[in-house]
Nanobody
Framework: QVQLVEAGGGLVQAGGSLRLSCAAS????????MGWFRQAPGKEREFVAG????????LYADSVKGRFTISRDNAKNTVYLQMNSLKPEDTAIYYC?????????????????WGQGTQVTVSS
């Protein structure tokens, strides 16, 4: 069983930055790929970024490429999402997720474990 707890959300002006973190329980964290997703009101949950178990490879949605950076610290069982140059359209609840796989999936249904989410609001 894996438990995920996100933190770091908040209110920021357009152009600002936030750093989200996701702390995972369990000794198998370092073996699993991790993903960040977001869901805005009235919209479906969408993939934001993912990172392989060894952090050798990362994948980003086109909408965040060049602005967001995903990283992980396996010694701390934590994955991060550094968000720069934030835009109002980035406003959403952000979730981290994982699955017993080393592969990064972009489909929410491929992930079996989710955090409770953290709200990110970007004002114009």
């Amino acid at each position: 069983q894996v438990q995920l707890v996100e933190a770091g959300g908040g209110l920021v002006q357009a152009g600002g930055s936030l750093r989200l973190s996701c702390a995972a329980s369990g000794r198998t964290f370092s073996r699993y790929a991790m993903g960040w997703f977001r869901q805005a009101p009235g919209k479906e949950r969408e993939f934001v970024a993912g990172i392989t178990s060894s952090a050798a490879s990362a994948l980003y949605a086109d909408s965040v490429k060049g602005r967001f950076t995903i990283s992980r610290d396996n010694a701390k069982n934590t994955v991060y999402l550094q968000m720069n140059s934030l835009k109002p359209e980035d406003t959403a609840i952000y979730y981290c997720a994982t699955n017993p796989s080393i592969v990064v999936f972009t489909t929410p249904g491929r992930y079996g474990y989710w955090g409770q989410g953290t709200q990110v609001t970007v004002s114009s």
